[in-house]
Structures are given as structure tokens and as C-alpha cells.
């Protein structure tokens, strides 16, 4: 029982230059860029958090376009959300508690100074 | 007259029964690598200079191909099945078998990736061994192991392409479409987490 969505090529066709573009964005965003602390969140986890945005961007164009989830049966979705879910809540939680909890203080510290030797900022 | 039950779907969504149960299996798949996952970033919290050392012995630029290839190789599936739904046999060989050449070019390459680990000491039970290539050998083996998975199903679809009939069930090979992409989704997020985490 094959669904027939229709001349899809030229979608495939966009998800796949996405995806490559979004492939050097990634490695451009984690080796290139470093970005500043934004409060008492540390700009290196804002590295890895628009790495991770950019994997969920990648990941739901797949699952939209690849995997046909745009045009399947809506029920479907439901599988799909519930443990899609839980892993970005996991994966971005625990990067973000990483940054920001008080209690990590003397590891955000150390990993501060070993990113950027010259600034004092975080030690205090 | 009541119409006859139809057990190749489930009969309110219309969704084929091996589609719905490979969904279920993909969502029971997350669930398992998010184990990894979460694993990973506690210990890497708890352990930052040692996992910051071990990862730069990764070469990055080999997994950044081996993601082109899997991006390619998701492609060739999708069009694959697009050409077996259209009962173009001809395309859907090229196409499937682009695809298994795809997966065969990234078991290569991850061949080339372990063998120079070997050479640096960095496997279980060599010297240099850490926590962080546990991580490594743990999420890329159980990967590759996927790949595999996938390649002996496929391999089977396109040898039984070149009988007289074809490959006769386009919804088989969209429901191994899915598994497929799925083992691409997870390299999404592999690559950045073990190649690219620490600057």
C-alpha cells in the first residue's frame, strides 16, 4: 500500500542542500564562532546549544520530508513527538544545566579558563 | 454487506501495520541512543579536561564526509522508493544500490577512523584508553552496527530486484526507508556531540 504524495522530488532535492548547508553551519558554529556570555549563561554552551538547534532543524526536515511524516496519516505524529521530545528536553537540559547552575560553578569556571586563558572573568 | 477486515493495516489510521511497527521500534531506537546521550553529557560535565583532551584525537573532517555520505545515501533511499511506488525497476536498482554503496564508502571510512585509534593506543584495553572513547567506540559501534543492519535487507530488496517480477512490496522497502533514515538522524546528533562538543 504505497501513498502517492505527488511529485516530491523537488522537495528531497531542497531537504538534501539544507541538510549539507546545515552540515557546514554546525562545523562552522562549533570551530569558528565563539560566542560571548549572555548573563550567567557562558557563550561556550551557547556553542554547543545552536549546534544541538541546528541538529533539531536537520533532524525535523528528515523526519517531515524523508520520512514522509508531512504527508502520512496525522495519528502517526503522536508516535513520533512523544520520545522526540523527551530527547531534545534531555539533550538541551543537560547542556543548559551545564552553563547555568550555581552548583556547577567550579566546573563552568575551569572549562572557562581553559577556553579562554587570558580572561579572568569567570574566576571571580 | 460488510466490507471485508483488512489485516495489512491497522483499519481507523489506514497505516500499513509494518510502517506503524517500525515507528514504534524507531521510537523504542531513540530511547536507547537518548541513554547514551544523557550519559554522555552528565560525564562529560563531571569530567570536562578529560573528555576535552581524549576528543581531540578525533578527526573531525573524516566524520564531516562520513555525514555527507549518509545525507547522500537518505536521498538515494527516498528516490529509491519514489521510483519503486512508480514501478520504475530500472531507477529504483540505481537508486538502492547508490544507497548501499553510501553505506559501504561510511564503513569504510569509520574503518580508516578506528584503525588509526587502534594505532594511538586508544581502544579498550590499550594504554591511552578513557572514559570519553567508551563513549566513542560505544555510540559510533552500536551506529555502524546499525548500518549494517540495514545493508543486509537492502542488498537482499535489490538482488531480488533483478528477478523477473522485481522487487513486488514498495511498502517494505518504505518502511526499511524509515530505519535508514533514522540511522541518519542519529548521526546527526552523534557528530556533533563527539566531534564537535569541545571548540
Redesign the interface.
Known sequence: ????HGN??PA??K??FT??AM?LL??AA??LV?FPDVGFIHG?VL??TV??A??VF??IC??Y????LKF??P??RF??Y???F??FV??FG??LE?GAAPS?DH?TR??HQ??YPGDHKAGH | MSAALNLNHEPVTKIANGKLAMWAFLASELMFFTGFFGTFIVLRNTNYQAFFDASHHLSWPLALLNTFILIGSSLTMALAIYNLERKNNGMFQTYLGLTILGAFGFLIVKYFEYGAKWQDGLFPGQENHTLFYSFYFIMTGFHALHVIAGMIPMVFMLMKSFTKNGYPHPVKVETLGLYWHFVDLMWIFIFPALYLIFP
Do not use: E, S
Request: charged share 5%; net charge neutral.
Open positions: 500500500m504505497g501513498h502517492d516530491v522530488i528531497y532535492m531537504v538534501f541538510l549539507c552540515t554546525t562545523v562549533a570551530k565563539h561556550y556553542n554547543i549546534g544541538l541546528i541538529a536537520k533532524v528528515v523526519m520530508i524523508f520520512m514522509h502520512d496519516n495519528y502517526l508516535f513520533v512523544v520520545p522526540v523527551l530527547f534531555l539533550t543537560l547542556n551545564f556547577n566546573v575551569t572549562v581553559q577556553l
